[in-house]
């Protein structure tokens, strides 16, 4: 059975007279790459947390004027919905479990 490190060293022992120097060429590029991958990972998932803030922040703005423009345009309405999550908030906090501070 091959494997890649039998073929690797094959390889390393064709092309450089010191094998030696030649492993420590490949574990560095091999460790060079791995870098490269793990730093891609790291930008995209700052890119992914930007991504997402930014969404979030205009899902609340739309919201927001949302309910603005439902008060401005239908009163009861907007009172109707309003308290509809006062109560659901009020629901929330009496059957919570509550957290008591050390």
């Not at 060079?32 to 991504?51: C, H, K, P, T």
């Amino acid at each position: 059975m091959v494997t890649l490190a039998r073929v690797i060293r094959k390889t390393a022992d064709r092309t450089c007279p010191s094998s030696n120097k030649c492993m420590e060429r490949l574990v560095q590029l091999l460790d060079d790459l791995d870098d490269l991958f793990s730093m891609v990972g790291l930008i995209s998932e700052r890119l992914r947390n930007a991504i997402l803030s930014v969404v979030s922040a205009c899902t609340l703005l739309t919201i927001q004027v949302g309910g603005v423009l439902l008060a401005l345009s239908h009163p009861p309405l907007a009172l109707a919905v309003a308290l509809l999550l006062f109560v659901s908030l009020l629901y929330h906090l009496v059957t919570s479990p509550r957290l008591e501070i050390a």
